[in-house]
């Protein structure tokens, strides 16, 4: 099984659906992160969260809400999804104690039409 | 503020050299690289703390030059496999920039037989 496991991997929406994208981690990291990667522009930070009770904003959180139910489980959720957050999303977890080799998921392919 | 990555794009033949830039204009605490392949997620390669130090493994090797806050991935006598995308993260040194990662835009590296 994958370190780090995305759900689903491919989602077709419409604009104005609320979608939800799920992550779990079996590494034992206390820090997760969602991050949206478009082409020419490298991977962007959503949120991330170094802990069950501590979730901060990223570079481009609005749009996106997240959830972060258990120490392995941090979902990310598109309230009202529009075109331009069509684009591939990666979970990723590292250990505390700085940023040490991160663990990304295999990534979610969202289309929003 | 996104790391600057150059070039965008580089073509080799097997056995050739290259060379990766990452530069940033707030100061770094630390820079990581990763490399992704299509249709994959990112690969963690290495981390460098400020220092100045030189990592390396193989035939891949990083510098961190502190004072100029860039930082150079170096890809000695290339295989095939070193073909993919590959990204510069960089944490911020300072505040609440600790254990978080900006990347940069990805560099295109193509090597053919």
């Known amino acids: 099984d994958a370190d780090v496991t995305q759900t689903p991997r491919n989602r077709i929406t419409k604009t104005g659906k609320r979608i939800m994208l799920e992550c779990s981690q079996t590494?034992?990291?206390?820090?997760m992160y969602w991050y949206r990667q478009d082409p020419g522009l490298g991977l962007r930070l959503i949120y991330y969260?170094?802990?069950?009770?501590?979730?901060n904003k990223g570079e481009i959180s609005d749009g996106y809400s997240v959830s972060r139910q258990a120490q392995a489980k941090f979902s990310l959720s598109l309230e009202s999804a529009i075109p331009n957050q069509t684009a591939l999303y990666f979970c990723?977890?590292?250990?505390?104690?700085?940023?040490?080799?991160?663990?990304f998921g295999q990534g979610t392919r969202l289309t929003v039409v | 503020q996104q790391p600057v990555q150059s070039p965008q794009a580089v073509i080799l033949r097997e056995g050739e050299d290259a060379v990766i830039n990452c530069s940033s204009s707030?100061?770094?605490?630390?820079v990581h690289w990763y490399r992704q392949k299509h249709g994959e997620a990112p690969v963690f390669l290495m981390i460098?703390?400020?220092?100045?130090e030189q990592k390396g493994h193989d035939k891949i090797s990083a510098s961190f030059n502190e004072k100029k806050q860039q930082s150079s991935l170096y890809l000695t006598a290339s295989q095939l496999s070193y073909s993919g995308t590959y990204f510069c993260?960089?944490?911020?040194?300072?505040?609440?920039?600790?254990?978080?990662?900006?990347f940069g835009q990805g560099t295109i590296l193509t090597v053919h037989p």
């Open positions: 990723a977890t590292s250990p505390a104690g700085g940023f040490g080799e991160a663990f």
């Open positions: 590494k034992g990291h206390d820090r």
């Open positions: 969260s170094f802990d069950v009770k501590d979730i």
């Open positions: 707030k100061a770094l605490y630390s």
């Open positions: 460098l703390l400020k220092g100045g």
């Open positions: 993260g960089t944490e911020f040194d300072g505040g609440t920039s600790y254990g978080k990662l900006t």
